[in-house]
């Protein structure tokens, strides 16, 4: 079964009552071209975007920059739990980044940001930013 990470729309300060705030939907991959375990980089309007597949099946999009380095290489951390909860730890200096929510498990005052992602008739679609 596939479990779909899609965090709920965010109302952005200063947004008029009612104003439509739903992600505009970009498809990037097929959802067989993601391997478990592995992340890979998507290119969504300007921005560089790291999507994961979980060997459970759970789709993660969080932005690929490394706050740290300055990199954009957070697609090819290690991708692995911590404390239950999948993680991509940072290839360049061992930070460890939550899949769900993008925060810095070693620093909380960081984090990187996360997107909405879904599976729609067998491809994976990326809430633009």
Do not use: K
């Not at 597949?53 to 759970?58: K, M, N, P, S, V």
């Not at 460890?96 to 997107?115: I, N």
Request: charge should be negative; glycine fraction near 12%; hydrophobic fraction near 35%.
């Amino acid at each position: 079964m596939t479990v779909l990470h899609e965090p709920p729309p965010a109302t952005p300060p200063g947004t008029p009552p009612g104003e439509d705030t739903a992600p505009r939907w970009t498809p990037v991959c097929a959802y067989t071209d993601l391997l478990p375990e592995r992340g890979v980089c998507a290119l969504v309007g300007r921005h560089q975007i790291a999507l994961f597949r979980t060997f459970d099946g759970e789709l993660f999009a969080i932005g690929n920059h490394d706050p740290f380095s300055g990199a954009q290489v957070l697609s090819r951390g290690i991708v692995g739990t911590r404390g239950g909860s999948p993680v991509v730890i940072s290839p360049m200096h061992r930070q460890t980044f939550s899949l769900a929510t993008g925060a810095c498990l070693d620093d909380p005052a960081v984090a990187v940001p996360t997107y909405p992602v879904r599976l729609s008739g067998g491809a994976v679609e990326v809430g633009a930013p």
